[in-house]
């Protein structure tokens, strides 16, 4: 197993399972090292952290059906953390530190990888049939309780086209196991298809991770991301590659460009009728 570094110090260890420490590194290589360096250096304009990450998002634009070989139920077979980024500083750690408005600081705080640098497999993800649905609402609680095991009582409370809230219960640092709470919004959508066998989906998201106390409402404002899913039709099932760009949106912020970009590869494996 490759070795996983953590960027933690001593202090920060107590906080760990509420800021979370980012992993760099993978653990076994499930995916072909080759693929995943030809599919990012293929994606590397499309996904450049200082201009489609900053070109506003055209609203409207996913009411396209979704391809056909992308529609129903598959598995991840297989997941890799590829790594974390942090274009402010340009260093191992983002510009004063992680702080709670930036998406992935915290547990449940990116709809798609609710615990950045974890890597699940074996969970079931399911596609509509317009793009209009966004898929990380369709697959919210089967990701959450996969990169989140001890998330249990897991409820999805659709209350607009816009906003998600996924209702669950789960340990907290120092009060023990309470009801929290994802709230999502779905800000902006856009979609292409490099190709009959691609798609890229983009979408804009500001999320809030809210623990519901009876002395005090915890809140941790997530601040806003943006996630690029592209999906490519291979043999014996499709390879997702998965780019998300938290910004830092707290007052003091100063600096347009990500606070930190997390970057995923997914092998998705079409599930068996009656699975």
């Not at 809210?210 to 991301?225: E, I, K, P």
Request: aromatic share 8%; hydrophobic share 40%; with cysteine.
């Amino acid at each position: 197993m490759a070795s996983v570094l953590f960027i933690c110090s001593r202090g920060q260890a107590l906080k760990a399972t509420r800021r979370q420490c980012c992993k760099l590194g993978a653990a076994a290589a499930v995916l072909s090292p080759a693929t995943t360096a030809l599919a990012n250096d293929a994606l590397e304009d499309a996904f450049s952290a200082r201009t489609k990450v900053l070109r506003p998002l055209q609203s409207g634009t996913c009411d396209a059906p979704t391809p056909e070989w992308l529609r129903g139920d598959w598995t991840v077979a297989a997941s890799r953390f590829e790594g974390v980024s942090f274009p402010q500083s340009g260093s191992y750690f983002p510009r004063g530190g992680f702080t709670e408005t930036i998406a992935g600081a915290r547990r449940g705080t990116i709809l798609a990888i609710p615990n950045a640098g974890a890597a699940p497999k074996g969970y079931a993800r399911s596609y509509a049939s317009t793009l209009g649905t966004s898929s990380d609402v369709t697959n919210a609680a089967a990701t959450l309780k996969a990169f989140w095991s001890d998330a249990t009582d897991i409820r999805l409370e659709q209350q607009s086209d816009r906003r998600t809230i996924v209702n669950y219960r789960a340990p907290t640092v120092k009060r023990g196991v309470l009801p929290q709470r994802i709230v999502a919004d779905r800000l902006a959508c856009a979609s292409e298809s490099p190709s009959p066998s691609s798609l890229i989906v983009a979408e804009r998201w500001a999320q809030a991770s809210v623990v519901d106390d009876a002395d005090a409402a915890l809140t941790s404002l997530s601040g806003t991301y943006t996630a690029w899913h592209r999906y490519d039709r291979v043999d014996q099932g499709v390879r997702e590659t998965l780019r998300v760009a938290a910004f830092d949106d707290s007052p003091a912020a100063d600096d347009i460009r990500p606070a930190a970009v997390y970057d995923y590869s997914f092998f998705l494996r079409r599930r068996a009728a009656g699975r």
